[in-house]
């Protein structure tokens, strides 16, 4: 078990440019989520799957945004139009179904750091 | 879920515990209260958990009042590696957390 994966680790793009994530959570986990973070700040909620469906968005996942998780394996964060207001870092975890009891924790990735020039 | 406070920053002396307070005073019957913490650069990484009773893993000990409207990490011998920003975040159905922007903890040698 390798953990969280995500790529790329960096990403540099024109506004106005689309980019696509990948999130590779951890095998077995049926829970897969996407935050993302700016300087300073703590993680913001952006959505979030259970196999393939995805259950909860944010108000933050913009129109432009678009998260799919087609087989309940891996799961792609695309941006469309970049702005640089989408400058930040963009982390994933995965749990298991989760109960509050041990082991249904989220494991986090260690992020996609997207820079908006 | 409820939401939490913590003080912006703390320091600890290398070796000696390190005790992280925060408040949930909204906090509701079946909402749990979660530790992670995030070293620069890396993602959040998990701590403990629990809901009324105190615990403890390898890693940390957490401390839950009796009326549950506050709790305390106790990381019991920091060492230069837990310089770290530490999140407390209540929660009941664990399909989002609200991590706020936590303690800041830096350890001194």
């Known amino acids: 078990d390798t953990g969280v994966s995500q790529n790329p680790r960096h990403k540099i793009t024109k506004r106005g440019q689309n980019v696509t994530f990948r999130c590779d959570p951890i095998?077995?986990?049926?829970?897969l989520y996407w935050y993302r973070q700016t300087l300073g700040q703590g993680p913001e909620f952006l959505t979030y799957f259970q196999n393939e469906a995805q259950l909860e968005k944010s108000r933050l996942l913009s129109d432009r945004f678009s998260a799919e998780r087609p087989k309940g394996s891996f799961s792609t964060l695309e941006i469309q139009r970049t702005e640089q207001g989408d400058s930040a870092m963009y982390l994933c975890?995965?749990?298991?179904?989760?109960?509050?009891?041990?082991?249904?924790?989220?494991?986090f990735g260690q992020g996609t750091r997207l820079t908006v020039v | 879920d409820a939401k939490t406070t913590q003080p912006p920053s703390m320091d600890c002396a290398e070796g000696r515990a390190a005790n992280l307070p925060c408040n949930h005073s909204?906090?509701?019957?079946?909402?749990?209260v979660y530790w992670y913490r995030q070293i620069h650069s890396q993602g959040p990484q998990y701590i403990i958990h629990?809901?009324?009773n105190n615990e403890t893993n390898e890693m940390a000990s957490l401390i839950i009042t009796e009326d549950r409207k506050s709790s305390t990490l106790i990381l019991p011998h920091a060492t230069l590696r837990d310089t770290a920003v530490y999140y407390c975040i209540v929660t009941y159905t664990g399909n989002q957390f609200y991590f706020g922007t936590g303690t800041s903890l830096t350890v001194i040698p």
């Open positions: 629990g809901l009324k």
């Open positions: 975890a995965s749990s298991l179904l989760w109960t509050g009891a041990k082991n249904t924790e989220a494991f």
């Open positions: 909204t906090i509701s019957g079946n909402e749990y």
């Open positions: 095998s077995e986990h049926n829970r």
